[in-house]
Structures are given as structure tokens and as C-alpha cells.
């Protein structure tokens, strides 16, 4: 079947009643379990709910004859095709934990103006059903392709990928895949994430108390310090004073936002840094000078690791927790790096910056970034699809978050949000990790198109 053809016939498809209905009805079962990552149970690598979702993709796969390979409830592969020559298609099944507030039930499908509610339906169930319904549109259509499609659904993406990690030991990754777990169209690179914290022992003893933060990936939204002073302290726009029983409790509300975007953001431990310094309830020089002046800025100009280049922009750096215990002062940082800066030149940069304040880096960890250039052909060819298929021009682009991406060799984030679909419920809503998250039936159909669009597509050129 020439391209044409299949573009043809992967939107008649697509539009048929019947196939919407179908689908929908296979993402509820998926949205059904509630497969939040948990410890090891026996042979269950990431707990019984992660195997529940599993096994409920084999059932869902098979059902429409496909192969499936269940590689010790890490993950799964489901085949198309008999060829050694692999395209893949990654997607997670494991999902975050649902939270308060929700006006529908997490873990049940609800179809509501359009859109459908449910944790996972976003991020990233929906996305697996798009791509098990693109490998049906294939095989129920009799399109023979020159590659076998090999479907990778994990359940350990949200917590640290070790199901990737598990995958290249035991399988050959494909000679090119995508991962449906971003927006449309192709994301060409992803940050190097490094984490990092800054321990310091010269704590003034007038610090009772000091604590800031939930995670180390967010900008603190919250930071407070119980202290032993004698001066005069006033409240401010962002800063509340209390006496409590074991002195003067300090508090400073800032704005949370994610480490990748922390440009919306306002550092509560800066403000509450900030404040102590002000008002003299420590001495400058120290250890608050350094933490205040590097939580109050997320470019890493303060720890001399700023940097920028034209395919990223520039290098982000977020302190999301600080905790005193034990007479240390623990300060964390996220920081999202070019993926051609070596990540050990990050790490001396910041023992530099931090030793001149009696700091020093105690934990260290990293995730390589990747970059494809915008002018390889499979990139071309997954943007011709979302192109013409949008029916809006598409730019390929980079971004701090990571995905399943840097995991795997030679792989793209691809999709299947569509920036026009999102925002229905506010920014606060809807969302991948948000509460009433969704996909929305238009987006849910228009993806299954592009991803088919762009099998054609490679079909023609890998
Ligand atoms: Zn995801």
C-alpha cells in the first residue's frame, strides 16, 4: 500500500463508530487499575498493581491477536510483524498516585463533554491504547510493513525506569523508537537531568528548626525556621512571625512549579533565607548567603554552572528542599543541564562554589540527556505526520522534562498531547499528574491518526 492509501485509510478508520467505541471501552479497562508503583511483592518487580496492569495489556493485546512478551513484570513487548528490523513504541502503564480533589473517580473511566477522566488517561494509558489501535489499523487492514512494530509498555516510568534498564539487558532495543509520553509534534532533546544536595555543618546555633520544600524536582512553595533571637521580627507580604514554644517560628510562602519550569516559580526558601539574613538573625558569610542567593535565582549563575546553547536554551537549576538535622543543613538541587556538558564538570563547578561557604556535596546522581538533529529523516518524517494531520506547521522541540526517551537508543518523545486540546479544566487541572486529568476523545482519535501516518511514513525511508 503506497502512503497515500494508508493515510487514506488510517482516517476512515479512525472516524468508524464502532473502533471509537471499542477503544474506549479498552481504556476504561486499563484505567481500572490502579497501578501506582509500589515495592516488590515476590515475582511483582514494582508491586501486584503494576502486574495487574500487565497482565490487563496482554489480555487487552491478544484480544486482537497480537504476540505478546512478558519480560518478568518489568515490562512487556507486543509484536507486529516477523521481521528483525524493529520500530518501537514506548508507553508506561505504572501511573502516579491519584490525590484529594478530584470530581470523578480516579480509577474509572469517565466521558464527560468530550473528554475522557481518569488517572493515566493522559499519561500515559490513553497514549498505549493510541498505539495498540495503530498496530490493529495495520494488521486488520492487511498493511504489510518492512519492519516488525514492537510495542514496549513498561510500569516503572514514573518512579526511576529501572524496566528500561531491565529491557536493553534482556532484548535488542529496535533500530529507532518513539515514546508517546509528551506533547505533539517530535520532542529532538531532552535536558541532562542532575541531582545533587549540599550539606553544611557551620549552622549558627540560633536555627532551631529550618525546613523548605516537598521534592527535590520543584521550586519550594513553602520554607519555615524556628529561631532564638532577640530582634525585632515583622511580618511582610510573603513572610509570617510566631512565637511558639520553643521560640520565633518564621514562615515564607513562595510559588511552587516544576524544576523543568521554574521561570513561574518564586523560592520560598530564598524568601525565608532571605529574611534571616535581612534581619540579622544570621551573620552574613556563611552558609545562608550561598542558599538564599542559589535558591532565588534557577539559572546557576551562583554556583557558576549557567549555561546556554540554541537548541535548549538555558541550563536550569532549582533548590527544592532544605532540611536541618542532626546540626547539618541539607540543601538539594535539581538541575537541568546541556546534555554536551559532561555532568562531573557540573559537579566541580558546584564543590567550587559551595566549599568557599563551608558546604560540600553529598549526594550526587544524573540522567543523560539526548539530541537528535531536526534534519534526520525519521524526525522529518513523524513531523509530516503530525503536519498534515493538525493541519498546522510543527516544529520539532527540546525540553527540560524526561522521558522513557533517554532511556532506550535512538528514541524520540512523540506526542500524544495536542496543545489545542489541553487546558479545558484550567491549569491546575487536567493534566498529566493533576487531578480530573484527561485525554480528550478528539486528541485520543487524532493521535491513533498521526501515529499510523507515521508508520507509513518511516515505512518508506528506515
Ligand atoms: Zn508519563
Redesign the pocket.
Known amino acids: 500500500m503506497n502512503n497515500i492509501s494508508i493515510n487514506e485509510a488510517a482516517k476512515k478508520y479512525f472516524a468508524d463508530e464502532a473502533i471509537k467505541a471499542q477503544a474506549i471501552s479498552d481504556l476504561a479497562e486499563i484505567i481500572a487499575v490502579p497501578s501506582v508503583a509500589g515495592d516488590a511483592e515476590g515475582i511483582y518487580p514494582y508491586g501486584k498493581n503494576c502486574a495487574l496492569a500487565l497482565d490487563k495489556a496482554k489480555e487487552l493485546c491478544e484480544k486482537y491477536g497480537f504476540t505478546t512478551v512478558n519480560h518478568d513484570y518489568h515490562c512487556m513487548s507486543v509484536l507486529f510483524g516477523d521481521s528483525e528490523r524493529e520500530i518501537g513504541i514506548v508507553c508506561?502503564l505504572d501511573v502516579v498516585p491519584a490525590g484529594d480533589g478530584w470530581s470523578v473517580e480516579p480509577y474509572a473511566l469517565t466521558r464527560q463533554n468530550g473528554l475522557l477522566l481518569g488517572r493515566g488517561t493522559h499519561?500515559?494509558k490513553g497514549p498505549f491504547i493510541q498505539a495498540l489501535y495503530t498496530l490493529r489499523f495495520f494488521k486488520e487492514n492487511g498493511i504489510k510493513l518492512p519492519f516488525t512494530i514492537r510495542l514496549i509498555l513498561g510500569s516503572d516510568?514514573?518512579v526511576g525506569s529501572s524496566d528500561l534498564e531491565y529491557f536493553v539487558k534482556v532484548c535488542k532495543p529496535p533500530m529507532f523508537s518513539f515514546t508517546p509520553?509528551s506533547e505533539f509534534p517530535v520532542c529532538i532533546g531532552e535536558k541532562t537531568i542532575v541531582s545533587l544536595a549540599v550539606e553544611y555543618d557551620n549552622v549558627p546555633d540560633c536555627i532551631v528548626e529550618l525546613n523548605g520544600g516537598t521534592v527535590p524536582n520543584a521550586v519550594a512553595g513553602y520554607a519555615y525556621a524556628v529561631v532564638k533571637t532577640d530582634k525585632k521580627l515583622a511580618s511582610t507580604k510573603s513572610i509570617s512571625v510566631s512565637s511558639v514554644e520553643n521560640g520565633i517560628k518564621i514562615e515564607a510562602v513562595g510559588k511552587a512549579a516544576h524544576a523543568a519550569m521554574p521561570e513561574s516559580g518564586v523560592n520560598a526558601i530564598a524568601l525565608l533565607c532571605g529574611y534571616l539574613l535581612e534581619n540579622g538573625v544570621v551573620e552574613s558569610k556563611g552558609a545562608f548567603d550561598l542558599i538564599a542567593a542559589s535558591t532565588a535565582e534557577y539559572l546557576g549563575k551562583t554556583l557558576g554552572i549557567n549555561a546556554s546553547n540554541e537548541d535548549f536554551g538555558y541550563l536550569t537549576c532549582v533548590g527544592g528542599v532544605i532540611s536541618l538535622a542532626n546540626g547539618k543543613l541539607i540543601q538539594s538541587y535539581n538541575i537541568r543541564s546541556l546534555p554536551e556538558t559532561p555532568v562531573e564538570q557540573i559537579k566541580a563547578s558546584v564543590e567550587n562554589a559551595v566549599s568557599a561557604f563551608g558546604g560540600k556535596v553529598v549526594a550526587f546522581g544524573d540522567s543523560q540527556g539526548y539530541f537528535v538533529s531536526a534534519d534526520d529523516e525519521k524526525i522529518k518524517a513523524l513531523t509530516e505526520a503530525c503536519e498534515s494531520v493538525l493541519g498546522i506547521e510543527c516544529k520539532p522541540y527540546t525540553m527540560g522534562g524526561g522521558?522513557?526517551a533517554r532511556w532506550l537508543p535512538n528514541t524520540v518523545a512523540f506526542g500524544s498531547g495536542i496543545e489545542s486540546e489541553r487546558g479545558y479544566l484550567g491549569s491546575e487541572r487536567g493534566n498529566?499528574h493533576q487531578r480530573d486529568e484527561y485525554i480528550s476523545e478528539k486528541e485520543l482519535f487524532t493521535g491513533m491518526e498521526i501515529y499510523s501516518r507515521a508508520i507509513g511514513n518511516l515505512s518508506k525511508i528506515v
Open positions: 508506561h499519561d500515559d516510568e514514573e509520553d522521558t522513557y498529566a
